[in-house]
């Protein structure tokens, strides 16, 4: 009797997969970073890198308030109190940071609907007006931004 005999083609693309199975594995081993799949399909230390390397870009209320100590505290009296300056008047430019003269260009009422246009999605008890019966984008005339609650 006979034993099997692989056709000798048949072996070398047997040991051809063989050999590409052991380099990718070899390969993986080797050049995968020692912190990926920490968190996830990624390297953790990439996190780290990402926060050294980006300034953060919101420079926040306090910030605003070393030279404009006036608006942060009328600010605080109203209902506005809990929102940051950023929130309307965008995100503060690095030049007006470091140059006070460099002006930030003033928002208009239309700010206002961002948040206050009627919505079913917000909570019930924010308030809400429905535009076209309130004075059009006007707000700014009637309403004060840092002191919502007062009048001109
Ligand atoms: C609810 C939105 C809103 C918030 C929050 C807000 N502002 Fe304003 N701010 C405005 C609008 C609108 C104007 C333009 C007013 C105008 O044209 O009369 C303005 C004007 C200004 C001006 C120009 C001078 C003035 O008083 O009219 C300064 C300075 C200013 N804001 C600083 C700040 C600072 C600092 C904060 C945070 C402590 C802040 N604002 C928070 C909406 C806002
Ligand atoms: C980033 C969101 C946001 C923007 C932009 C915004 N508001 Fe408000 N507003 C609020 C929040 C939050 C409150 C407090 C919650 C409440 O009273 O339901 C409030 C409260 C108010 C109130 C009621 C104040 C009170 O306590 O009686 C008025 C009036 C008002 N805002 C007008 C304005 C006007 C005018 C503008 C534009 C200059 C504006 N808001 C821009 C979020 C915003
Ligand atoms: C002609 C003046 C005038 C203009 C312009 C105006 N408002 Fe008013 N707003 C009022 C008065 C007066 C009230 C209080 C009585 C009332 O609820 O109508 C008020 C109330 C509000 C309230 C509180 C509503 C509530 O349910 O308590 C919000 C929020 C508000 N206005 C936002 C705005 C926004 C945003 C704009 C711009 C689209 C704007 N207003 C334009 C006069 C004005």
Redesign the pocket.
Known sequence: MRCFQMPPQVFRVVLLIFAIGVSYLVARTLLTPASFHEYGFYRGAALAEHTTRHEPVFAGKLACGVRHPDVLKTLAKGGHKNLSCEACHGVVSPQHLTDPTSNMDKPS??I??R???ASPSRPAGF???V?KD??????????LPHE?NE?P
């Open positions: 009422g239309a206002c609907l948040c206050h246009e308030r809400q007006i535009v309130h004075y059009a984008e006007k707000c700014i005339e009637c309403h919502p009048v």
